[in-house]
Nanobody, 126 residues
């Protein structure tokens, strides 16, 4: 089992940048695939980005491709989401998620991830 704690959210103007971090507990972080999801008020939780256990493969939602970058540091048990060129429509609560898998295919499915953090608010003003 793994516990996840997100940080780095906040208020930023459109065009600005933020970097989210997700710290994981435990000694087996490198065996987990990781994902970022987001949920805007009144909307469903949507996929943002995911990364396989080794960090060698990533996948992004079309809405963030070219603006967001997911990465991980297995020595620090941490996954990151670098968000650049932020838009007001990126405003949401961002969640980190994990699933125990050595797959080489990143998963976009919310249902693949049994472990979730508490979320961090990102607000982009116009």
């Amino acid at each position: 089992q793994v516990q996840l704690v997100e940080s780095g959210g906040g208020l930023v103007q459109a065009g600005g940048s933020l970097r989210l971090s997700c710290a994981a507990s435990g000694r087996t972080f490198s065996r987990y695939a990781m994902g970022w999801f987001r949920q805007a008020p009144g909307k469903e939780r949507d996929f943002v980005a995911s990364i396989i256990w080794s960090g060698d493969r990533t996948i992004y939602a079309d809405s963030v491709k070219g603006r967001f970058t997911i990465s991980r540091d297995n020595t620090k048990n941490t996954v990151y989401l670098q968000m650049d060129s932020l838009k007001p429509e990126d405003t949401a609560v961002y969640y980190c998620a994990a699933h125990y898998s050595r797959t080489t295919i990143p998963s976009m499915s919310l249902n693949s991830y049994p472990y979730w953090g508490q979320g961090t608010q990102v607000t982009v003003s116009s």
